[in-house]
């Protein structure tokens, strides 16, 4: 074998390449895992689409808590019976 053919000998090693894989910032959801009590599960188990249920949810939540904010209410959250 020549030098030249040598030195393009490769390892047997795979490696990252150009333009291989999933492209990345396709898709903007994030998986999570998290328990709830029964009662809410029930209420979700109702829910035809869970995740927009919750997902809708908690944008509500937030909008309202940034109005409470802006305005300066003082509001405090009791659990239900």
């Not at 599960?41 to 919750?54: F, G, K, T, V």
């Not at 300066?72 to 009791?78: A, D, L, M, N, R």
């Amino acid at each position: 074998m020549d030098q030249q053919s040598e030195s393009k000998k490769k390892d047997g090693r795979g490696g990252a390449r150009p333009g291989a894989g999933r492209p990345r910032g396709r898709n903007n959801y994030r998986s999570i895992a998290l328990r709830i009590p029964e009662d809410v599960a029930e209420i979700l188990d109702r829910q035809e689409h869970r995740s927009a249920y919750i997902i809708e949810a908690i944008r509500a939540y937030d909008r309202e808590q940034r109005k409470r904010t802006i305005l300066g209410f003082e509001i405090s959250y009791t659990k239900e019976a």
